[in-house]
């Protein structure tokens, strides 16, 4: 997914502040897609450029340093929107987490820092679930699109969650004591 076509989506709702934009893509789209921030300002500039989004300042009450800028989509902006909308994905989804890559090679390190990463990642993912569930409500109330795509996000955290939980009881299962209270070395990758 382009930043481009996922700002031109944003100011499909309404009009925003490139912090705005920013903020709203790392809650909102994080587990679809990574992005690196130091892009939205230079792809701001160039939409604006091309005529598909006008930019205006706006000075804000009772608050110092210089104007604001807001960004509103154009009708070209629009058209533009709506071909890349109507045209083929250009991949299917992946997921991407250097966490699942680290976790491959965990059985050449400490079993018990492998642990303490995963209960990390559980953490993680228990509080993204929770703000997910909380959302859930609020985006009821709005476009069928964004409550299913907001339910993805549901099930996929819930889902890797549940997986990280049974990955840490095997690997403890895995890597537990004897009767004598010996922890056993076999490494993760040998049988």
Known sequence: ?????????????????????????????GH??????GQIYPNLKKLEEEGLITMKEVVQNDEK??????????????EEFVRW???????????????????VFFGFGD?????ELIDEQISVYQEQLGRRQANLQRWKHGSIFVNLIAELGTDMNQMI???????????????CTDEAG??????MNEK
Not at 162 to 174: F, G, I, M, S
Request: hydrophobic fraction near 35%; proline fraction near 5%; charged fraction near 30%.
């Open 85 to 103: 909308l109507e045209s083929s994905p250009e991949k299917s989804m992946i997921l991407r987490d250097p966490f699942l890559m680290r976790f």
């Open 182 to 187: 010996i922890k056993k070395t076999v490494k």
């Open 111 to 115: 079993p018990d820092r492998a642990l």
């Open 32 to 37: 679809m897609w990574s992005i690196n921030y």
């Open 1 to 29: 997914m382009g930043i481009k076509y996922t700002i031109l989506g944003l100011l499909q709702y309404k009009d925003m502040h490139g912090y705005r934009i920013k903020e709203h893509i790392e809650r909102n789209f």
């Open 161 to 175: 969650l549940d997986w990280l939980e049974k990955a840490r009881k095997e690997l403890v299962h895995h890597f």
């Open 65 to 78: 340093g210089p104007p604001r800028k807001l960004y509103s989509i154009t009708q070209k902006g629009r």
